[in-house]
DNA sequence: GTTGATTTGAACAAAAATAATCAAAAATAA
DNA sequence: TTATTTTTGATTATTTTTGTTCAAATCAAC
């Protein structure tokens, strides 16, 4: 039994089973698990099977794995920035808290302080809800893919309230074109809030800081603070501060 | 088994079944709760599922909150009366719900209608928020206790709609005295509802009948239709019909 | 708030799987 | 036939995974 002919059955026996394992194979194939072992290399690296410890599976299974949800990327750095945000709350402060998911990673930080917070994002009530905080809900149409509240009465819900600070996200940031957004409704909630608000902190990942999105809609100087990640450039960091962005990390 | 396969199947046991605890994958998937717990950190790190405390839940529906104790009491009534309920309902309507533990199971009966809720029930909200249904929430401010919107804002947010039908909940409702309530804020919230929407539906089991709160906030004749169950003493019943409301069960 | 029970994550040890090495066997070429 | 290359299997060292224990964190009930 050549390399060839063991080929084609692992390769029909993945398919059957899904999963398989070396000893498995090496019975099945009368050999050693060493040889299986190298066989299952080559053609994992051809991309034909999906190598695992202990065997290997089909490929299609597999692929439904790697980035499913966008609120998954960066989780680290997204808790940090949360943090350091977290620092800059202090008791008895209102803030507004926007839908983003690097602002929704503030909730576990903020839990014990005596705040009031005003948001649009029901997986933030959801998280708050069991806390000390004291909560806002925004009202308006419910946009059932991003979670929150959108549309006029959201605007007008925000128009009446004032905040001493407004931790928001962004879709786009850079030193040409300012602030863009993916959308109409989270431009407009984003100056809804910024309005209203004594102290703008955008939350940014670095990997977000100089990509442009499809809506222009703020300069730059709507943000009061930027609040991002140690992964930025140093040289690009001095550039915001230059314009104006008291950025931080 | 190893970590590949275990993944598969918690995502899918994940899936099926909303929420997971560690002890019972581990028991599933015959292996130790620290190695579930490895799993189960990497796939919430993915963004597959949400890590909670002793398991996890499926992404989408982070915002279920289990109702409080209240709502275990007459679990049968409730869905009758709210199973008889949903047969009012038509495609294309207009509703308001309000917060009460009855009006939400209606929930489960109106997840495939082609229909708009207006509500300030967080419950409501995060039971249909993978639904056709379209959904507006009342902003305002946060009630824990009872995991609903409340206050000023949600008074005016109510004003600024209309509805074909309102479903609301009640704590006492008498023939000599009408409805009364526990609290300023649910009597204030009900009125608001009521106000807005062409039919009134009181949703109310049979033990509430002829119970007096302590604070009396309009007549019988806010309520166009009481659906209740079919425990209600008939002679009761016909008392409630000649005072004029269209009482069915 | 404080207590008490559960859950968690880190550290370590054991087990399993892998990759590297090397010698023997098989296939190929000279 | 003999020399060379390739493939294979055994041995060993390394890596990966797993399970146990325990202190710290978290939750829930009071």
Same mark, same amino acid.
């Not at 499809?214 to 009061?224: G, I, K, R």
């Given at each position: 039994?050549?390399?060839?002919?063991?080929?084609?059955?692992?390769?029909?026996?993945?398919?059957?089973?899904?999963?398989?394992?070396?000893?498995?194979?090496?019975?099945?194939?009368?050999?050693?698990?060493?040889?299986?072992?190298?066989?299952?290399?080559?053609? $994992?690296?051809?991309?034909?099977?999906?190598?695992?410890?202990?065997?290997?599976?089909?490929?299609?299974?597999?692929?439904?794995?790697?980035?499913?949800?966008?609120?998954?990327?960066?989780?680290?750095?997204?808790?940090?920035?949360?943090?350091? $945000?977290?620092?800059?709350?202090?008791?008895?402060?209102?803030?507004?808290?926007?839908?983003?998911?690097?602002?929704?990673?503030?909730?576990?930080?903020?839990?014990?302080?005596?705040?009031?917070?005003?948001?649009?994002? @029901?997986?933030?009530?959801?998280?708050?809800?069991?806390?000390?905080?004291?909560?806002?809900?925004?009202?308006?149409?419910?946009?059932?893919?991003?979670?929150?509240?959108?549309?006029?009465? $959201?605007?007008?819900?925000?128009?009446?309230?004032?905040?001493?600070?407004?931790?928001?996200?962004?879709?786009?940031?850079?030193? $040409? &074109?300012?602030?863009?957004? &993916?959308?109409?409704?989270?431009?407009?909630?984003? @100056?809804? @809030?910024?309005?209203?608000?004594?102290?703008?902190?955008?939350?940014?990942?670095?990997?977000?800081?100089?990509?442009?999105?499809? @809506?222009?809609?703020?300069?730059?100087?709507?943000?009061?603070?930027?609040?991002?990640?140690?992964?930025?450039?140093?040289?690009?960091?001095?550039?915001?501060?230059?314009?104006?962005?008291?950025?931080?990390?």
């Amino acid at each position: 039994m050549n390399f060839q002919q063991r080929k084609q059955l692992i390769l029909q026996t993945v398919d059957e089973r899904g999963a398989v394992e070396v000893p498995e194979l090496a019975d099945l194939l009368q050999t050693s698990a060493m040889t299986i072992r190298r066989d299952l290399v080559q053609l $994992a690296a051809a991309g034909l099977i999906y190598r695992t410890h202990g065997g290997a599976m089909r490929v299609r299974d597999i692929m439904v794995v790697p980035f499913a949800n966008k609120s998954a990327m960066n989780v680290v750095h997204k808790e940090a920035i949360a943090q350091r $945000a977290a620092q800059e709350i202090q008791d008895g402060d209102v803030l507004f808290m926007d839908c983003g998911s690097t602002v929704a990673h503030l909730c576990p930080f903020i839990r014990n302080k005596r705040i009031t917070v005003i948001t649009n994002s @029901l997986p933030v009530i959801s998280e708050l809800l069991n806390s000390s905080v004291t909560l806002n809900l925004i009202g308006g149409e419910v946009d059932k893919e991003r979670q929150a509240v959108h549309g006029t009465m $959201a605007g007008e819900h925000i128009a009446r309230y004032h905040a001493d600070r407004a931790f928001i996200g962004i879709d786009g940031i850079s030193l $040409a &074109n300012g602030l863009s957004a &993916n959308g109409e409704q989270e431009a407009q909630l984003t @100056l809804a @809030l910024a309005r209203q608000a004594s102290r703008v902190y955008l939350l940014c990942d670095s990997s977000k800081l100089e990509t442009d999105k499809y @809506l222009f809609f703020a300069p730059l100087s709507l943000v009061d603070v930027l609040i991002t990640d140690a992964q930025v450039n140093v040289d690009l960091a001095d550039a915001y501060r230059q314009a104006g962005v008291d950025l931080i990390y």
